[in-house]
C-alpha cells in the first residue's frame, strides 16, 4: 500500500487580485520504505508540496490519503492527530529552542504527545550527539544542530520523515553527514522524502521528484 498517494493536488494563494497557483494537479504516491528527493528550482512548489504531505496545510481541491486515509476535509484537531502520530519534520533553518539543551530539545515534542515515545539517549546515540546532550545550540556545529532537530523529530516514532532543504544551511562536508544519517535511518525502514537543490544530494534518495511551476515532471 502507498503511504503516500495524491491525485490532481492543488494549492493556490491570492496575492492580491492574483492567484498564485503554488501547485497544481500533483498526482504522486510514495511507498512504504522509499527515500525520494524532491527537485526544482526557487519558487516551484516545493515547500508547498511539502506542507500538504505534513499535513501542516490544507489543499485548495485534490485529494490525500495517508496511509489509506484521506486527509483533506479534515478538521485542524484531526490533522494534528494524524501529523503528530506520523509525521516527523526538518526545516531547513533547525528551530532549537536556544536555552534548552540538546536533550531538552530532543524531548520537546513529547510535551504535547507521549504515547509510544522513543527513549531520547538511544535517538542521541543513533545521531552521534549522545556526548553533546548536555550542551546548549549554541554550542553546536549547524551539522550537529541539524541532528538534533533530526533526533527530535524521530521522538514520536513517526512513519514519514519530512526534511525540506536540510541542507540549505550546511556545508559539503556537513551536508554528506546529515544525508548519511538519513540513508541510515531509511534502511531500517523509515520512509524518508527531502527536498533538496543539490543534485549530488538528490542521487544519494532512491527516486527523484522533479517539479517546475507547480507541476510535477513526469
Ligand atoms: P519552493 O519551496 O519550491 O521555493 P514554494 O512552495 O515556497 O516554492 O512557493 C511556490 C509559489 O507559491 C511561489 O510563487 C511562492 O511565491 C508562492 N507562495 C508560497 N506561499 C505563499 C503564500 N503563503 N501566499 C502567497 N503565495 C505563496
Ligand atoms: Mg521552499
Known sequence: MSVIKTSKLCKHYRRGSETVHALQDATLAIETGEFVAIV??????????MNLLGCLDTPTSGSYRLR???????KESGLVRLRQENIGFVFQQFFLLPTLTVEE???????????????THELLETVGLSHRRKHLPKELSGGEMQRVA???????NPAILLADEPT??????NSLKVIELFRELNSKGLTTIIVTHNREIATMANRT???????IAQ
Not at 150 to 156: G, P
Not at 168 to 173: A, C, M, Q, V, Y
Open 40 to 49: 526544482g528550482p526557487s519558487g516551484s512548489g516545493k515547500t508547498t508540496l
Open 68 to 74: 489509506g486515509q484521506e486527509v483533506t476535509g479534515l
Open 105 to 119: 530539545n530532543t524531548e520537546l515534542p513529547l510535551l504535547f504527545r507521549d504515547k509510544g515515545k522513543r527513549l
Open 150 to 156: 533530526i533526533a527530535r523529530a524521530l521522538i514520536n
Open 168 to 173: 540549505g544551511n550546511l556545508d559539503s562536508k
Open 209 to 215: 521528484i522533479a517539479i517546475s511551476d507547480g507541476q
